[in-house]
């Protein structure tokens, strides 16, 4: 059971480059979501998707992108990466659809971890 | 915006110790989960509350959900080592539908 999968697991960019973090789910899971995690902040939401076709922002959303390219899976893209993004993103689906309990029972990848020098 | 004040920050602890740690907000929530998240791992889910004053247990675990639904607690019981990681707690505003995560608590348990 591979449940939610990311790519890569570690990551060392230089300021402004760009790069794609691939997450894919095989749980048929309706929505998506990519967070961050930095120390003594907990799990911020970044964008999310709850069904196929849409996107939204979530508390975070500066300086990225995202694409739900089909039901399994959700890139987030960092366009000209800054130190400021320096942290360890983690994707993570649910069984919810669009409605007002659209964030529960989240199962997380094993994370990327990413530094920009 | 919301928040959940998450405490202690970090616990170090005897194994056999038991443990308790706790959120509280001014806001209200529907809904509570806790997971846990192992070193170098994406966070688990250990313990889900729906109900104010529902009291759950998973194992060595329990959490409630409490009577105002501004706050939940876990207890742990007879830690063991494997218990060392990062425990999250995360509530679902009633205001937004957004799920809210605490700071998350650190717990090494020594053997």
């Known amino acids: 059971n591979a449940g939610v999968t990311q790519t890569p697991k570690f990551q060392v960019l230089k300021t402004g480059q760009s790069m794609t973090l691939q997450c894919a789910q095989d749980m048929n899971h309706n929505s998506m979501y990519w967070y961050r995690q930095d120390p003594g902040m907990g799990l911020r939401l970044i964008y999310y998707?709850?069904?196929?076709?849409?996107?939204d922002k979530g508390e975070v959303p500066n300086g990225y992108n995202v694409s739900r390219l089909n039901k399994r899976e959700f890139s987030l893209r960092l366009e000209s990466a800054a130190p400021s993004q320096t942290s360890v993103y983690f994707c993570a689906s649910s069984e919810s659809t669009t409605g007002t309990a659209t964030n529960e029972k989240l199962f997380f990848g094993s994370g990327t971890q990413l530094s920009v020098l | 915006g919301q928040q959940l004040n998450q405490s202690p920050q970090s616990m170090f602890i005897q194994e056999g110790e038991d443990v308790s740690m706790n959120c509280t907000s001014s806001s209200i929530f529907n809904t509570w989960l806790w997971y846990k998240q192992d070193p170098g791992e994406g966070p688990v889910l250990l313990i889900a509350?729906?109900?104010?004053?529902e009291l759950t247990s998973n194992g060595r675990l329990t959490a409630q959900f409490g009577i105002t639904r501004k706050d939940s607690f876990l207890n742990i019981s007879a830690s063991i080592p494997s218990d060392v990681g990062i425990y999250f707690c995360?509530?679902?505003?009633?205001?937004?539908?957004?799920?809210?995560f605490g700071q998350g608590t650190t717990l090494q348990v020594k053997p």
């Open positions: 509350l729906y109900k104010a004053g």
């Open positions: 998707s709850a069904s196929e076709g849409t996107t």
């Open positions: 995360a509530g679902l505003s009633s205001n937004t539908g957004k799920l809210i």
